[in-house]
């Protein structure tokens, strides 16, 4: 007699921030899916990212490549390395922005968030133009800036000009100051590229759910440095001729950074997500899976908006049970099944400090993973074990 083979399962989690590489999620859900469903349980490990922290890692593995190093500056144009990487045959480069002008590079300081610019992302650029590259992938979650990419522009050669002629200083907080660009000095390959910007996030440049509304207090804007921002982007997408850009979703990522790209540059905004699973081949390996685990730090309704959780939901087969695995669950059951989901569930065990269940992750991944399979009936029947 034929027996049935074992459903397949896949777990494509991104990172918990803080707690577990995607690549660690994904190792620690595949334990617990085996300490349920066997040794001989079919799971296809495949680490996730969103255009954010880690999407440099997944997409060097996929391409087989090392990430390599440059000296170029952080948001606050201090010295500093960051990596970036390019493909086996040179043509494509990828950048993470967020390795020069990220948060955590800014952290020994105050945060500046008026001063803080994209310069240092700007040299990484210049340094994969030089090289050549066809096409550059510029990953771009995590920012602490909130220019509209006017710094990185500068460091490829353009000039944000005040009104009389004057080079307006770094910073979001002087965008509203800005009356003319001039791109004579603008490298010769910037426009003869093409440049992929991968969001996270369907923000608009401008209004309450603008970049400097939603994302400039985490970057230390008060009140009155977010109402500054959101006047400086507006300010500089009629400058560049790109009002429309104003509400386009995703034109809000990263302090606005796909602005200046997009108007000078003909860039092109992809969902992040949606990039690395075409990168790592996520439809193909979800092609008849019967179960599918994602999962990240916190699931709410930004998951829905162009994050793993997001892309994983709306590649996976209609027939397949998608559960997400997160560090904290902020959408009620109805959400959930609203979003196609099958179910949520958090890792804390009870009540729990963050820096608690950032130093058990793992083992806590892999327990609510365990957890998960068992509710969905996928392990053996009670107290067979041994038999």
């Given at each position: 007699?034929?027996?049935?083979?074992?459903?397949?399962?896949?777990?494509?989690?991104?990172?918990?921030?803080?707690?577990?590489?995607?690549?660690?999620?994904?190792?620690?859900?595949?334990?617990?899916?085996?300490?349920?469903?066997?040794?001989?349980?079919?799971?296809?490990?495949?680490?996730?990212?969103?255009?954010?922290?880690?999407?440099?890692?997944?997409?060097?593995?996929?391409?087989?490549?090392?990430?390599?190093?440059?000296?170029?500056?952080?948001?606050?144009?201090?010295?500093?390395?960051?990596?970036?990487?390019?493909?086996?045959?040179?043509?494509?480069?990828?950048?993470?922005?967020?390795?020069?002008?990220?948060?955590?590079?800014?952290?020994?300081?105050?945060?500046?968030?008026?001063?803080?610019?994209?310069?240092?992302?700007?040299?990484?650029?210049?340094?994969?133009?030089?090289?050549?590259?066809?096409?550059?992938?510029?990953?771009?979650?995590?920012?602490?800036?909130?220019?509209?990419?006017?710094?990185?522009?500068?460091?490829?050669?353009?000039?944000?000009?005040?009104?009389?002629?004057?080079?307006?200083?770094?910073?979001?907080?002087?965008l509203s100051s800005v009356a003319t660009v001039d791109q004579a000095g603008l490298h010769p390959r910037a426009t003869a590229v093409t440049w992929r910007i991968a969001v996270d996030v369907d923000n608009p440049l401008c209004g309450p759910r603008g970049a400097?509304?939603?994302f400039g207090p985490q970057k230390g804007a008060s009140p009155d440095d977010v109402t500054a921002l959101d006047a400086g982007l507006r300010h500089l997408a009629q400058v560049l001729g790109a009002d429309s850009l104003a509400g386009q979703p995703g034109c809000?990522?990263?302090?606005?950074?796909?602005?200046?790209?997009?108007?000078?540059?003909?860039?092109?905004?992809?969902?992040?997500?949606?990039?690395?699973?075409?990168?790592?081949?996520?439809?193909?390996?979800?092609?008849?899976?019967?179960?599918?685990?994602?999962?990240?730090?916190?699931?709410?309704?930004?998951?829905?908006?162009?994050?793993?959780?997001?892309?994983?939901?709306?590649?996976?087969?209609?027939?397949?049970?998608?559960?997400?695995?997160?560090?904290?669950?902020?959408?009620?059951?109805?959400?959930?099944?609203?979003?196609?989901?099958?179910?949520?569930?958090?890792?804390?065990?009870?009540?729990?400090?963050?820096?608690?269940?950032?130093?058990?992750?793992?083992?806590?991944?892999?327990?609510?993973?365990?957890?998960?399979?068992?509710?969905?009936?996928?392990?053996?029947?009670?107290?067979?074990?041994?038999?």
């Amino acid at each position: 007699m034929t027996s049935t083979p074992s459903p397949v399962i896949v777990v494509a989690p991104d990172s918990f921030k803080g707690s577990a590489s995607a690549a660690q999620a994904a190792a620690a859900m595949a334990r617990g899916v085996r300490a349920v469903a066997g040794a001989d349980a079919r799971i296809l490990e495949l680490p996730m990212a969103d255009g954010g922290e880690g999407t440099l890692d997944a997409l060097l593995a996929t391409w087989g490549t090392e990430p390599l190093t440059i000296e170029t500056t952080d948001a606050l144009r201090r010295p500093c390395t960051a990596r970036y990487g390019m493909s086996q045959d040179g043509t494509t480069g990828i950048i993470e922005a967020a390795e020069a002008n990220g948060l955590p590079q800014v952290s020994d300081v105050p945060l500046q968030p008026l001063v803080a610019d994209t310069h240092g992302v700007g040299l990484i650029a210049k340094r994969l133009l030089d090289a050549g590259v066809d096409e550059i992938l510029l990953c771009i979650g995590g920012s602490a800036t909130t220019d509209g990419g006017a710094g990185l522009l500068t460091a490829l050669g353009a000039r944000f000009l005040d009104a009389s002629g004057t080079p307006v200083a770094p910073g979001g907080g002087a965008l509203s100051s800005v009356a003319t660009v001039d791109q004579a000095g603008l490298h010769p390959r910037a426009t003869a590229v093409t440049w992929r910007i991968a969001v996270d996030v369907d923000n608009p440049l401008c209004g309450p759910r603008g970049a400097a509304a939603v994302f400039g207090p985490q970057k230390g804007a008060s009140p009155d440095d977010v109402t500054a921002l959101d006047a400086g982007l507006r300010h500089l997408a009629q400058v560049l001729g790109a009002d429309s850009l104003a509400g386009q979703p995703g034109c809000g990522a990263a302090g606005g950074m796909p602005l200046a790209l997009v108007a000078l540059l003909g860039a092109q905004m992809v969902p992040g997500a949606e990039l690395v699973a075409a990168a790592i081949g996520l439809r193909g390996a979800l092609e008849g899976a019967a179960v599918v685990l994602t999962g990240e730090g916190r699931l709410d309704t930004q998951s829905l908006g162009g994050k793993v959780v997001d892309a994983v939901r709306r590649t996976a087969d209609p027939g397949a049970r998608v559960v997400v695995i997160a560090g904290a669950v902020q959408l009620d059951a109805a959400a959930c099944r609203d979003a196609g989901l099958t179910a949520a569930f958090s890792i804390a065990p009870g009540p729990a400090g963050l820096a608690e269940l950032q130093a058990d992750a793992e083992r806590l991944i892999e327990d609510t993973a365990a957890q998960a399979c068992a509710a969905l009936g996928l392990g053996h029947a009670p107290g067979a074990a041994g038999r």
